[in-house]
């Protein structure tokens, strides 16, 4: 990959948190851009992964044997958020970060023991957390259930409200002098950055991105009924994952993961499964509203690891975040715009879209 020359023009393709953060920071240095989405016609529209997140910002939780690259790249993006957030919250006044610390939880001693592979192979990567007992799980945090059977606390995972985020990195690029285009073109100006998750194989043919269906509930807590925790609660229940990501009114619950293309209709099994695997978690919630109930197409790739680097000598592609996008907003904003001043970041090699024969 050559140096390429600064090109202040810019034009970026997909207004989730990966173009809405990249166009806020590319303008903020006094690159002209203009980002192209046919779903800002509404404002923010209540579509795309970015709107159906659950926030977390987990690299460690998140993480399985096998996955070692992710896992880095993970932790270096969790590095620069609260840099990021305090950077966001100082041009638009908007606090996106809704907890820290995230409890990991098992249910049976099946999923304690999946619990225990996963943290050994944390510590063989040099991250080692503090495991909890039964009794340590319920002082941490009361409200959950009590036949839990222990836990791991990851201390520095951090969590957003994805919706909050979406708004205030809109908000914040339109204010640094982004022009958000509520369509498409097909010839766009200067150096252009495809960051449209899902879509982004439709618009280069070949790009190693698919789409994978992810429900995910937000409930509402109503008057009289317990908080919610205060940290993310991650949990093996009977084999499945379940997640609640703390927000100002409840708690996000997910989320389902299917191979079942451009499927975005939320399914009465995946909404039974989550509702039932996150009360045998935390009980209270089955006192809490049901708000709302919808599905996303995360973009993966066959590596699990996004796509960020050059195509061309006119085109980067920052996508195929998979279940991980609001997470590496932070990494891939940085390495977009060293691509973008000709001085790519030797240590993001490994996200480079040439490392599959694609095109």
């Known amino acids: 990959m050559g140096t390429q020359a600064v090109n202040s023009d810019i034009s970026i393709v997909g207004a989730g948190v990966i173009g809405a953060a990249i166009a806020w920071q590319a303008a903020r240095r006094g690159h002209t851009v203009r980002i192209y989405d046919p779903l800002l016609a509404d404002g923010v529209p209540q579509t795309g992964a970015s709107w159906a997140a659950g926030g977390m910002l987990a690299p460690f939780s998140e993480g399985w044997p096998g996955e070692d690259q992710v896992l880095d790249v993970g932790a270096q993006s969790l590095a620069r958020w609260p840099a990021l957030a305090a950077e ?3 041009d638009t006044g908007i606090d996106v970060l809704t907890g820290r610390g995230t409890l990991l939880v098992a249910a049976d001693s099946a999923d304690a023991a999946e619990l225990d ?8 990567q040099g991250h080692a ?3 909890l007992g039964r009794g340590e799980v319920r002082d941490a ?3 959950l259930a009590k036949n839990l059977r222990g836990g791991l606390w990851v201390e520095p995972e951090l969590a957003v409200d994805n919706r909050a985020l979406l708004r ?6 339109a204010e640094a002098g982004a022009e958000l285009i509520p369509h498409l073109v097909t010839d766009l100006p200067g150096q252009v950055v495809l960051a449209a998750g899902s879509d982004s194989a439709a618009l280069r043919p070949g790009l190693p991105v698919r789409p994978v269906k992810g429900e995910i509930l937000r409930l509402r807590r109503r008057p009289g009924t317990p908080e919610p925790p205060t940290c993310t609660i991650r949990a093996l229940v009977r084999g499945r994952h379940v997640y609640l990501v703390p927000r100002p009114d409840g708690v996000v619950v997910g989320a389902t993961m299917c191979e079942h293309g451009e499927d975005r209709q939320v399914t009465v099994a995946g909404v039974r499964d989550l509702l039932a695997d996150a009360e045998a978690v935390l009980p209270s919630i089955a006192e809490y509203e049901l708000a709302d109930a919808m599905a996303g197409l995360r973009p993966m790739t066959p590596d699990n690891l996004p796509l960020v680097g ?3 000598d006119t085109t980067i592609a920052a996508t195929g975040h998979g279940r991980n996008g609001v997470l590496m907003m932070a990494i891939t904003v940085d390495t ?3 691509e973008l001043g000709g001085n790519p ?5 490994c996200l480079d879209p040439g490392r599959f024969s694609w095109n």
């Open 345 to 349: 970041l030797p240590q993001m090699k």
């Open 129 to 131: 957390f503090q495991r």
């Open 310 to 312: 050059r195509l061309s």
């Open 88 to 90: 966001l919250l100082a």
């Open 168 to 173: 205030a990195l809109r908000t914040a690029a």
């Open 141 to 143: 945090q009361p409200a």
């Open 336 to 338: 977009v715009l060293a």
């Open 117 to 124: 592979t996963q943290d050994r192979w944390l510590r063989a």
